[in-house]
T-cell receptor, first 114, second 114 residues
Framework: SQQGEEDPQALSIQEGENATMNCSYKTSINNLQWYRQNSGRGLVHLILIRSNEREKHSGRLRVTLDTSKKSSSLLITASRAADTASYFCATDGAGGTSYGKLTFGQGTILTVHP | GAGVSQTPSNKVTEKGKYVELRCDPISGHTALYWYRQSLGQGPEFLIYFQGTGAADDSGLPNDRFFAVRPEGSVSTLKIQRTERGDSAVYLC????????????FGPGTRLTVL
């Protein structure tokens, strides 16, 4: 079963606009990670945020984590056509334990139009 | 350096046949993971190796699935008596030391069972 739920399921924007994707989860976590996937193949790790962190930045990416609401958001600023991909959140440590068993959501399909 | 590699990239087989999928992790990574991704879904955890031993195989769907990592590097996922429902992309990931490190994914093997 999948713990994370991404919202929206699909997002279509114009180049230069910002894209925000949300992720909710059900049980306690040690960390939450965001991945990007192109064409249904390999996942590229974007950013990891630990449960004691609230915000993290990496280039045009900004991730927030609210453990009280069990939710996270990924913001991509000044989007580019190359950002078109599926984005997944994944939680580690469901149930308060950490076994390296990443639990993924169903993903958000982002389309950036040139 | 080289990333995680998986072979073959595509495998088509007939129902009832046996298949082996191979994963070469990043050199020096002691932790290795297998996931399975069905169309339109996020990856689902299958098994996690720490060195040569399976630390967590709770995601293997049934006893037709088996994985080995005899020398603590390359891993093979073995599926016996394949069924059409086994069709999916099988993803392998590795991390440096343990389950708390970032997992780096390979490009996956697309398995199609006819």
């Amino acid at each position: 079963s999948q713990q994370g739920e991404e919202d929206p399921q699909a997002l279509s924007i114009q180049e230069g606009e910002n894209a925000t994707m949300n992720c909710s989860y059900k049980t306690s976590i040690n960390n939450l990670q965001w991945y990007r996937q192109n064409s249904g193949r390999g996942l590229v790790h974007l950013i990891l945020i630990r449960s004691n962190e609230r915000e993290k930045h990496s280039g045009r990416l900004r991730v927030t984590l609210d453990t009280s609401k069990k939710s996270s958001s990924l913001l991509i600023t000044a989007s580019r056509a190359a950002d078109t991909a599926s984005y997944f959140c994944a939680t580690d440590g469901a149930g308060g334990t950490s076994y390296g068993k990443l639990t993924f959501g169903q993903g958000t399909i982002l389309t950036v139009h040139p | 350096g080289a990333g995680v590699s998986q072979t073959p990239s595509n495998k088509v087989t007939e129902k009832g046949k046996y298949v082996e999928l191979r994963c070469d992790p990043i050199s020096g990574h002691t932790a290795l993971y297998w996931y399975r991704q069905s169309l339109g879904q996020g990856p689902e955890f299958l098994i996690y190796f720490q060195g040569t031993g399976a630390a967590d195989d709770s995601g293997l769907p049934n006893d037709r699935f088996f994985a080995v990592r005899p020398e603590g590097s390359v891993s093979t996922l073995k599926i016996q008596r394949t069924e059409r429902g086994d069709s999916a992309v099988y993803l392998c990931a590795s991390s440096l030391h343990n389950q708390l490190d970032t997992q780096y994914f390979g490009p996956g093997t697309r398995l199609t069972v006819l």
